[in-house]
């Protein structure tokens, strides 16, 4: 079964940098483009980035460039997302997303990262 | 970047009831379209993808479709599982897009 576990719930002060992981399993990891998404609190859904598990390459929204990194490392089947100068505006859960189809839609969801960022 | 309009942003409907929601793209996307649900601490669930195919073990309540730019998810009688946010996002280019949300809620 295809499973997207995330890295725990972090608390980062302003300034700061967060790394949240997205571990794959039940699939071949190399197969599928995973992306990354946010929903702040009272707000809908963000588009970041994504990466490619098979030759890291990276596409991320221009809101991010600059401040976001996507790695993955192919031993440990695992995503990362690293967000620096966080203010309070990132506040968000964040959630990684498996694409498939010829037409991509998102299948297979992490349960979401919460990131805190506050003085 | 392509715009997804979402409309409306809430509505307030009776279990049983029939429900539209909207989403109109700035320009033509094919049925680059997908439709999730959203519930407080959870993550997404795909409900619709490629604008009108239902995803597996999703109920025959929903239905999406496609006129030119402009994108509907249909309940047809609403659960109470159902209350929720539906999000639409558009794929078909880089930023991909969600629209804004609709919140159905109980009346």
């Known amino acids: 079964q295809v499973h997207l576990v995330q890295s725990g719930a972090e608390v980062k002060k302003p300034g700061a940098s967060v790394k949240v992981s997205c571990k794959a399993s039940g699939y071949s990891f190399t197969s599928h483009y995973l992306h990354w998404v946010r929903q702040a609190p009272g707000r809908g859904l963000e588009w970041m980035g994504i990466?490619?598990?098979?030759?890291?390459?990276?596409l991320f929204a221009q809101m991010f460039r600059g401040r976001v990194t996507m790695t993955r490392d192919t031993s440990t089947t695992t995503v990362h997302m690293e967000l620096s100068s966080l203010t309070s505006e990132d506040t968000a859960v964040y959630f990684c997303?498996?694409?498939?189809?010829?037409?991509?839609?998102?299948?297979?969801w992490g349960q979401g990262t919460l990131v805190t960022v506050s003085s | 970047d392509i715009q997804m309009t979402q409309s409306p942003s809430s509505l307030s409907a009776f279990v049983g009831d029939r429900v539209t929601l909207t989403c109109r793209a700035s320009q033509s996307i094919a049925n680059y379209v997908n439709w999730y649900q959203l519930k407080p601490g959870t993550a997404p669930k795909l409900l619709i993808y490629a604008a009108s195919t239902l995803q597996s073990g999703v109920p025959s309540t929903f239905s999406g479709s496609r006129s030119g730019t402009e994108y509907t998810l249909t309940i047809t009688s609403l659960q109470p599982e159902d209350f929720a946010t539906y999000y639409c996002q558009q794929t078909y280019s880089a930023p991909f897009t969600f629209g804004g949300g609709t919140k159905v809620e109980i009346k």
């Open positions: 990466v490619s598990p098979s030759d890291g390459s990276t």
């Open positions: 997303a498996r694409v498939v189809g010829a037409i991509p839609y998102y299948d297979v």
